[in-house]
Structure formats: C-alpha cells, structure tokens
C-alpha cells in the first residue's frame, strides 16, 4: 500500500504517515508478504490505520497491535 493511501482524507500528519509506513513495511516482512496487493495486506494496512485513529503512533507498537491474531 503506496504511503499516500494511509492519509486518503488527511486525518494524517505527515509524520505519523510516515509511522504508519515503517510498521506496514514492518508488518509485512514479519509476514513474508511480499504482494502488496495481497487481500492480507490490505488488513494488515486497514488495522493499522484503525489503531493509528485511536491514537498509537509508535511504528513498533502499531506493527504488533496490527499483527495481534494475524496467522499466515
């Protein structure tokens, strides 16, 4: 997911869109996702932006709250 999706309706400061990124790309790794069109991805991406609206903003917690009950 291009860095651009996470702040569709620029609720976003640049700099937690950037935090979102690092744990996306972080998340994805830890998966072993490499398609980014993959339909997990698109979880992956719509929990953290979920979890980034309740207020987390640390890359490293927004990867492992997103990755909570994730199994591949």
């Given at each position: 997911?291009?860095?651009r999706q996470?702040?569709?309706d620029?609720?976003?400061?640049p700099e937690i869109v950037a935090a979102?990124?690092?744990?996306?790309d972080d998340a994805?790794?830890?998966l072993e996702l490499?398609?980014?069109d993959d339909p997990l991805a698109e979880?992956?991406?719509l929990k953290i932006i979920e979890i980034a609206r309740k207020g987390e903003h640390d890359p490293a917690r927004l990867?492992?709250?997103?990755?909570d009950g994730i199994q591949r």
């Open positions: 997911m291009p860095r996470f702040n569709v620029g609720s976003f400061s979102m990124s690092a744990a996306f994805l790794n830890k490499i398609d980014r979880i992956v991406a990867c492992s709250s997103a990755l």
